[in-house]
């Protein structure tokens, strides 16, 4: 049971990402995660208020389920699953993190700084929260699509404006890391 427990080493996950990839650019289908917000908003019928929804979305039904069937996989490593080990972050990042005041880094993959419901009710728990999930939403919508549907999806596919995304998505991460998350922790 260890061998299905634990992390999978990239010769084993990195083939079956492409296995998965190659199914979907045989059937004509490309994949993102953020793209079923908008197929949910047209099927509980936002498309009557909006032409953004405006859509056949029963056309996009594989998609939910393929969504459906990675929580429900999330769920089910994580409760029954998740191995002894905590997660795998190099001793420099976990030295950074600490030296920023986030002293679980390194015991478990959420931080309990800031998961957790005491964090969420301050102010600042609340500008991270919001302000981070519309800078996602912004994002997601103005490029296109979504870490996954780009970097996954629309690499495999060769297109250019999935190469320019991702390369953003990491200036982004970068700035994040080395700008903001200090201001922010600080």
């Known amino acids: 049971m260890d061998w299905i427990q634990n992390a999978w080493p990239w010769y084993v996950s990195g083939p079956m990402i492409a296995l998965v990839m ?48 990675a929580i429900l996989g999330g769920v089910l490593a994580v409760n029954f699953m998740n191995g002894a080990e905590g997660a795998e972050i190099s001793a420099q990042t976990v030295a950074d993190l600490k030296a920023l005041g986030v002293a679980s880094s390194g015991e478990s993959l959420l931080p309990k700084e800031f998961f957790n419901l005491e964090f969420l009710l301050t102010w600042k728990g609340l500008v991270m929260l919001i302000g981070g999930g519309f800078m996602v939403g912004f994002g997601a919508r103005y490029a296109g699509g979504c870490t996954s ?38």
Do not use: E, Y
């Open 22 to 69: 190659t199914l979907l650019l045989i059937t004509g289908k490309s994949f993102g995660m953020s793209a079923n917000l908008r197929v949910i908003c047209a099927a509980c019928g936002a498309g009557k208020k909006c032409d953004f929804f405006s859509f056949d979305w029963k056309v996009q039904r594989w998609n939910l389920m393929f969504a459906f069937g």
């Open 149 to 186: 549907g780009h970097a996954i999806s629309g690499l495999s596919n060769l297109q250019l404006p999935s190469l320019i995304a991702v390369i953003g998505f990491f200036i982004g991460g970068l700035i994040m890391t080395h700008l903001l998350m200090p201001l922010i922790l600080g």
